[in-house]
C-alpha cells in the first residue's frame, strides 16, 4: 500500500491541479480556486461488507 494516496479533484471547485501543502501530511492546495485542505483517514468501519445472497426481497 502507498504512504500517500493523492487525490484525484478538489473538494471544493473539482480542478485537478493540485500540489502538497507545506502543512504537511495529507493536505493539499488547490492552483485553480487557491484552498488548501487536509486529508486524513480515519480507520475501517466494524460493519465490514454486507452481502445480499442471504435471501430477501433484494431492496
Do not use: T, V
Request: with cysteine; net charge negative; aromatic share 8%.
Amino acid at each position: 500500500m502507498s504512504e500517500r494516496a493523492a487525490p484525484f479533484h478538489c473538494p471544493y471547485c473539482g480542478d485537478e491541479d493540485l500540489r502538497p501543502h507545506e502543512a504537511g501530511h495529507g493536505a493539499w492546495e488547490c492552483a485553480s480556486c487557491n484552498r488548501a485542505f487536509q486529508l486524513k483517514f480515519l480507520g475501517l468501519l466494524s460493519r465490514g461488507l454486507k452481502s445480499n445472497d442471504a435471501g430477501g426481497d433484494g431492496i
